[in-house]
T-cell receptor
Framework: DVKVTQSSRYLVKRTGEKVFLECVQDMDHENMFWYRQDPGLGLRLIYFSYDVKMKEKGDIPEGYSVSREKKERFSLILESASTNQTSMYLC???????????????FGPGTRLTVT | QQQVKQSPQSLIVQKGGISIINCAYE??????FPWYQQFPGKGPALLIA?????SEKKEGRFTISFNKSAKQFSLHIMDSQPGDSATYFCAASLTGFQKLVFGTGTRLLVSP
């Protein structure tokens, strides 16, 4: 069974704090993703990584950065947390299909971050 | 710009009824259309997916109907059960690209 774990289920931080969200997957997947989930807005991609030390911006990268030093670990960093970053953050991983086939994304349980 | 539009935002269906969730996409290059199911407190999980070379795919009580000319696809849940109560997301992507574009989600409640 693929397992994607996130470091915290709930997190409360103050405005201006630096926040680290950690994600670890145990299936040797090449690709990892960070999404935020907000009511009525669905899942929006913040950043993704298709290899160690490689990253690409998603649809809403402003205010976030990422780090991938090891294949199994993908970190999301909020350099200076703001109240509008209060949200549910979901990490996902997926393999790269060898023959151009479909690729399922496996999600972690999410971290609910509240910035006060 | 939202590329996948999902409706309705919420849905209440009686046990045994049919739940129908619709999605429309804009990018005609999309060629992979999955549906994800999310229970409270859990991350989304792949439920069923379709490619545009077929018009329908069925897995148990779950069916995707696909209309390429209308750029629409829908999820049908037959004989809906209270255990199906969850949030459902449609998505779309291009083969070879790892990014999925998600719809805004539908919260389904199946009443006993």
């Amino acid at each position: 069974d693929v397992k994607v774990t996130q470091s915290s289920r709930y997190l409360v931080k103050r405005t201006g704090e630096k926040v680290f969200l950690e994600c670890v997957q145990d299936m040797d997947h090449e690709n990892m993703f960070w999404y935020r989930q907000d009511p009525g807005l669905g899942l929006r991609l913040i950043y993704f990584s298709y290899d160690v030390k490689m990253k690409e911006k998603g649809d809403i990268p402003e205010g976030y950065s990422v780090s991938r030093e090891k294949k199994e670990r993908f970190s999301l960093i909020l350099e200076s947390a703001s109240t509008n970053q209060t949200s549910m953050y979901l990490c996902a991983s997926s393999p790269t299909p060898r023959t151009g086939g479909s690729y399922e994304q496996y999600f972690g349980p999410g971290t609910r971050l509240t910035v006060t | 710009q939202q590329q996948v539009k999902q409706s309705p935002q919420s849905l209440i269906v009686q046990k045994g009824g049919i739940s129908i969730i619709n999605c429309a996409y804009e990018n005609t290059a999309f060629d992979y259309f999955p549906w994800y199911q999310q229970f409270p407190g859990k991350g989304p999980a792949l439920l069923i997916a379709i490619r545009p070379d077929v018009s329908e795919k069925k897995e148990g009580r779950f069916t995707i109907s696909f209309n390429k000319s209308a750029k629409q696809f829908s999820l049908h849940i037959m004989d809906s059960q209270p255990g199906d109560s969850a949030t459902y997301f449609c998505a779309a992507s291009l083969t070879g690209f790892q990014k999925l574009v998600f719809g805004t989600g539908t919260r389904l409640l199946v009443s006993p």
